[in-house]
């Protein structure tokens, strides 16, 4: 049995019959048999059906964000974005789905043309963050090509998913097109990963499993995208405005309790500033309102389980310049924590911690800054402040990280790709860039002479 809990109340909200191998299977074979008629599909009717889903959703938002808030313990005001952004996900891809074609190449003697072909059956394997949101980056894109889908959300928060499961159906995408299955990762997850009706597996998760999927995707040759993690740099020159900087940067990091995969939890600083900005960060941080999430003034709130708080709290030691309030509990809570000085070689600054505890590294000059920054295994996301654009410019082109801000620390947009440089994976979902991903291209050359 899957127990379901509320991270901010302890209590269960739901129990779930676990899925087995053989509901993978069935799952598979679902969507392997509704495949022909979905591809038949005009790409406008797909456009037309995820229009409608958009719609759905949309008229179901307040509940899909309060599901989400009480199963992952995010603030509401969080959730409700988040639901939006669902939306507007599949309304993006409802217009793009019959902008995708293909080309015609000159060629000597004849006609040559491309196509973009679906890829058939797609496992889309999410984690417990951002479920809502991150399944339908991947099925938004996923059935506007015409794949069909086995979904498997994060056993500790599949609500959300399961929802959005019933949803597809009420907007009018036929029975098999999307399956969810709920289950363990190392027996649903890998099953998908290994079975040889699945074309693909888009996998969201941590790049120790990322390598797993890797491998297992290896027996049958399998297309994979992989989103990992990250350790991203929020880089801060002496000529930023450090106002705005040290006010923006505690969202980068405890936003969503720091379990955030874009969270820019090394914050790297000027030396000739340091103590001005930490004076800042540390009344910024202390401003944030941790508590009860369904608050819609609550900017906090805990984290998904006793276990993650313990390995969030392993990071914690001799460094802390600030430790803010959270609740004693029930709940899963933990203060904002900043740690400084660090050294870019410290534990807490090489390893992804994804809780809300921020490494503040000083740097002297732009050269040292880059190479700190790039100085990880990592290559997800990552801000540079200055009021220098030539500086942003070049500090930009430098990093090596696939989302990058300046002057803001957001990541994500509908429209923009998202995704990762080295250990933080390859592929890109949103924006037009997805649409790669979830198809195949075709060359046919037609002789004429
Ligand atoms: P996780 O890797 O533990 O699990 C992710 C998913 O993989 C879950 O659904 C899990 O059940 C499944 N899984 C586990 N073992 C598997 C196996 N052997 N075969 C197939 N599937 C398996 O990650 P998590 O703890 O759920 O999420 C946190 C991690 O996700 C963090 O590292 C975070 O950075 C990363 N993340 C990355 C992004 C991104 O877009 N780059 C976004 C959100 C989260």
Redesign the pocket.
Known sequence: MNVVRNPATEETIAELPEATIEDADRAVAAAKSAFPAWHAVSPADRGRLLRRLATVVEEHGEELALLETRNVGKPISDSRGEAGMVADVFHFYAGAVDKHFGETIPVPGGVDMTFREPLGVVGL??????PMN?ASWKLGPALACGNTIVL?????TPLSTLRLGELALEAGIPEGVVNVVVG???V???R??EHSDVAKIG????????A??MR?AAGTIKRVTL????KSANVVFADADLEKAAASAPYAVFGNAG????ARSRILVERSVFDRFMELLVTATGDIKVGNPEDPSTEMGPLISAGHREKVAAYVDGDVAFRGDAPDGPGFWFPPTLLAPVSNDDRAARE?I?GPVAAVIPFVDEEEAIRLANDTPYG?SGSIWTENGARALRVARALEAGVLSINSNTSVRVQTP???FKQ??FGR?LGLHALEGYTEVKNVYFATE
């Open positions: 394997i999410t984690p417990w963050n951002f991150i498997k959300p994060a056993e500790l363990p990762g190392r649903v997850g890998q998908l990963v996998f969201t998760g941590s790049t120790e499993v990322g797993g999927v297992g989103e990992l993690g990250g379990q955030d995969c874009c992804e994804f997800l998202f995704g990762g933080s994976g979902e």
